[in-house]
């Protein structure tokens, strides 16, 4: 038999519903805040994301899922940022429409080692702000993601931010981080050896307790922002005071992609425990338009993970909606023939509706309309046919009555709404 890749879900009929609900919960938040969904494929060139990410991180070093076609060479997209950037650009966004706000929900690719919170194909809700360098978006960017935890009914997490300032602010950062460190070196752990020389910003965040020990005392990299990096750090700061969302600023936050600058950011959950406790992050990403073909202009997103969602959000609090289905029950050849265009009837008069495929006897067939949670049961036999009539059953009382075939649609239809006015009522 075969197997599902590791790090892979298969997403079941029961579990559905929840991820539908978590995505309409986004919409209707994404619609509040005047996003507009973008949808972009799950395959692109893999050089997209050597440019955009870098050639020193961790997704392009070891983690990018590779597929190469003759001369060509394309991946499954690890993160979308990238691929929201592209499609900004190649359909002409930036000239139309300037400033933009965008959402997507899709699934993320990365050939990581597999364990809890972390996936080979895991899920992204993000979002990407366009064309604007102002403060005040990336306090609307992290005011959205506030929001979206809590409507999914999320709480106890924490949000972390940090600013790494402009690009110059950053090479500064790196210079005093190389001789900060340099002393003791061969003390990091073999990994951050290497950090050392490709990528120092990550040693900040390494999760080795003998590297947190060196890096206990090393600066914070806000106290090397250039003034406009800073002021604008601090009317994000006084933006988030303002909503009255609490932060802890985290010297340590630097995230792992190069295309990062200014705000920086990560929604943590204790739950996840110590290895990934993100539910999400981002930050601006201000020469990444510039960078893949377009003008200089401020950007500013993120994304949260939702199987790192469903792992900490309380399921109590999701009722998984119960649409009340009719299940047909025929029993022969001749009421089979009539069942086909009932059930077409109903399902055309917006009544849910099934029968019974496998041909089994009344009793097998009301265990499984049982099964179902059927609403109510239709009854159709040699008996009820020669009399034009139909028996309907009550599945929560078990009631039956016999129905004129010509008003079975119609009754139903009335049982049905005055079961919806009743729930209204109360
Ligand atoms: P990221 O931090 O790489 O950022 O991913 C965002 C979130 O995706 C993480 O916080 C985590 O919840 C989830 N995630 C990442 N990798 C995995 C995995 N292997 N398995 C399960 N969940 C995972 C980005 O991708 C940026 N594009 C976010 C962004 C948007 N920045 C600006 N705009």
Known sequence: MFKKIAGTKDILPEEVGLWQQIEGVSRRIFSLYNFKEIRTPIIEEKNLFFRSLGDTTEIVQKQMFEICHGEDHYC?????????????????????????????????????????????????????????????????????????????????????????????????????????????LSELCSECQIRYQRNILR?????????????????????????????????????????????????????????????????????????????????????????????????????????????VLNKKNWIPQKIPLVYLICLGENARKHGINLLAKLRENGITADTDFEHRSLKGALRKANDFSARYVLILGDDELKTNTITLKDMRDGNQQKVLLSEIVQVIKRLFDSENNNKTKD
């Open 76 to 184: 499954l997209r690890p993160e979308a940022t990238a691929s929201v950037v592209r499609a900004y650009l190649e359909n002409n966004l930036d000239k139309q429409i300037g400033f933009i706000k965008l959402f997507y929900i899709g699934p993320m690719f990365r050939a990581e080692r597999p364990q809890k919170g972390r996936l080979r194909q895991f899920h992204h809700i993000g979002v990407e702000a366009i064309g604007s360098l102002e403060p005040e978006i990336d306090i609307e960017i992290i005011c959205l993601a506030n929001s979206l935890l809590k409507a999914y009914g999320i709480d106890g997490f924490r949000l972390e931010i940090n600013s790494l300032g402009c690009f110059e602010d950053k090479k500064k950062f790196v210079e005093v981080l190389r001789e900060k460190l340099k002393p003791s």
């Open 203 to 311: 040693i900040l965040d390494c999760k080795q307790d003998s590297c947190k020990q060196l890096l206990k005392d090393i600066p914070a990299g806000t106290d090397f922002l250039c003034s406009f990096c800073k002021t604008h750090f601090q009317t994000v700061i006084s933006g988030l005071k303002a909503q009255q969302i609490p932060y802890f600023l985290s010297k340590f936050l630097v995230r792992g992609l190069d295309y990062y600058n200014r705000t920086v950011f990560e929604f943590k959950h204790p739950d996840l425990g110590p290895q990934q406790d993100a539910l999400g992050a981002g930050g601006r990403y201000d020469s990444l338009v510039k960078q893949l073909g377009g003008e200089e202009t401020g950007a500013v997103g993120f994304a949260l993970g939702i199987e790192r969602l469903l792992l």
